[in-house]
């Protein structure tokens, strides 16, 4: 069965102090690897896609980058507008039309 | 910036009772999607739609949950008679190809 599985599920960092999300992936095939940002009570608001190992991107204070089996989406010097839950998503072939299976979230605290 | 929309942003209904939520994607994309998120889960996928017929859908989309494409630019999700369990928040998506996908702002339903 097509999982993802996100840690950790909650994190506190200081205003500048550094850290990374993990999101790691047991599917079939994939076809790509992606990332969002969710603020409470809205919909998930694209971040990055990634679609081969070794690829990464970056946006800001966020970089994402992509292994055979896992992603990790670093934060660099966050500020705390970066708190929200990130959320990874991934979609795989066979058949589908693209449709997604998205881990749990990590949920981002930045303190001033 | 082209955004997917959804309305309403919140509906409240007494079980049984139908509910049509509306999304309106962006013009220019040719895959629809519908996901759900219970309180405090994850996001789960319900049905993909490409070429005026559903590509795929979810144990969860069972015989009670309809889609539709009614016009050109309107995708609608039809639940013909509510449970106490379909409360949660409902998110369309739209994407040009079976990539990344975009997310509209989420109808909140609530079922009493």
């Known amino acids: 069965e097509d999982q993802v599985t996100q840690s950790p599920e909650a994190l506190r960092l200081q205003e500048g102090e550094s850290s990374s999300l993990n999101c790691s992936y047991t599917?079939?095939?994939?076809?790509?690897l992606f990332w969002y940002r969710q603020d409470p009570g809205k919909g998930p608001e694209f971040l990055f896609t990634l679609y081969s190992a070794g690829e990464e991107k970056e946006k800001e204070r966020l970089k994402a980058t992509l292994t055979k089996k896992e992603s990790f989406l670093h934060i660099t010097a966050p500020k705390p507008e970066d708190s929200a839950t990130y959320l990874c998503?991934?979609?795989?072939?066979?058949?589908?039309?693209?449709?997604?299976?998205f881990g749990k979230g990590t949920k981002l605290s930045v303190k001033p | 910036e082209p955004e997917v929309t959804q309305t309403p942003s919140h509906q409240v209904t007494q079980m049984g009772q139908e509910v049509i939520l509306r999304c309106v994607p962006i013009s220019n994309h040719l895959y629809f999607y519908w996901y759900r998120q219970i309180l405090g889960q994850k996001v789960e996928f319900l049905v993909s739609?490409?070429?005026?017929?559903?590509?795929?859908k979810s144990e969860i989309f069972d015989d009670q949950f309809s889609v539709e494409r009614p016009d050109g630019s309107n995708f609608t999700l039809k639940i013909r008679s509510t449970k106490l369990e379909d409360s949660a928040m409902y998110f369309c998506?739209?994407?040009?190809?079976?990539?990344?996908?975009?997310f509209g702002p989420g109808t909140r339903l609530l079922v009493l």
């Open positions: 599917v079939s095939g994939l076809r790509g």
């Open positions: 998506a739209s994407s040009v190809d079976p990539g990344t996908q975009y």
């Open positions: 739609f490409y070429n005026n017929e559903i590509s795929e």
């Open positions: 998503a991934v979609s795989v072939y066979g058949g589908s039309q693209g449709n997604l299976i």
